[in-house]
């Protein structure tokens, strides 16, 4: 159980565009998911953190109108990149927690998003 | 402040070898949880363990183990005749219990790399 699906896996997209992400919690309601981006040999950085039905809370530094996060469902977060640049091109990965004090969070498989 | 030090960046060791991941921390919660992530090449995070802060027994699953040591505030990792598939990114993590939604906050990552 606790299965968090991401996808897509891989996306490559020109410049300028516009690239939707999707975490799932596959076998539990989530009420609670994060985002978190990568650099190569970087550690995880959070980006924002979404709860069902309530705007996220982006850390400081993450420009909320560019990383767009919908939490619509307990089982489905999205994250926007808008008017992507090659400086966005990283590892984006979401975890979700089954309820506001989980003791574990559940993590998804990752996207490698390349900006050209 | 909270905040999690690997301060090691890369080690190399050969096949069989055992090794030993240090991992620092520090938090002004009295209440936290400790965790260890493995990030193989294909970037997925895969959970290791989750240790609470009232629980400094040391544990053993297989050929890893883990010593947490609040006097010095290291949780630290160790693998057993360590084997090529070992090779991977280790991350280890930290929890603050009246951190809300549960975010964590990562260490910068060693790169463990096993040879033949």
């Known amino acids: 159980g606790a299965v968090v699906s991401q996808h897509p896996s891989r996306v490559i997209c020109k410049s300028g565009t516009s690239v939707k992400i999707e975490c799932r919690s596959l076998d539990f309601q989530a009420t609670t998911m994060f985002w978190y981006r990568q650099f190569p040999k970087q550690s995880l950085m959070l980006m924002a953190t979404s709860n069902e039905g309530s705007k996220a809370t982006y850390e400081q530094g993450v420009e909320k109108d560019k990383f767009l996060i919908n939490h619509a469902s307990l089982t489905l977060s999205t994250l926007t990149v808008t008017s992507a640049h090659p400086e966005d091109s990283s590892f984006y990965i979401c975890?979700?927690?089954?309820?506001?004090?989980?003791?574990?969070?559940?993590f998804g498989q990752g996207t490698r998003l390349t900006v050209v | 402040a909270q905040k999690v030090t690997q301060a090691q960046t890369e080690i190399s060791v050969v096949e069989k070898e055992d090794v030993t991941l240090d991992c620092v921390y520090e938090t002004r919660d009295t209440t936290y949880y400790l965790f260890w992530y493995k990030q193989p090449p294909s970037g997925e995070l895969v959970f290791l363990i989750r240790r609470n802060s009232f629980d400094e027994q040391n544990e053993i699953s297989g050929r890893y183990s883990w010593n947490f040591q609040k006097s010095t505030s290291s949780f630290n990792f160790t693998i057993t005749a360590s084997q090529v598939v070992d090779s991977a990114v280790y991350f280890c993590a930290l929890r603050e219990f009246y951190n809300q939604g549960g975010k964590l906050i990562f260490g910068q990552g060693t790169e463990l790399s096993v040879k033949p």
């Open positions: 975890s979700a927690c089954k309820d506001r004090d989980a003791t574990e969070a559940f």
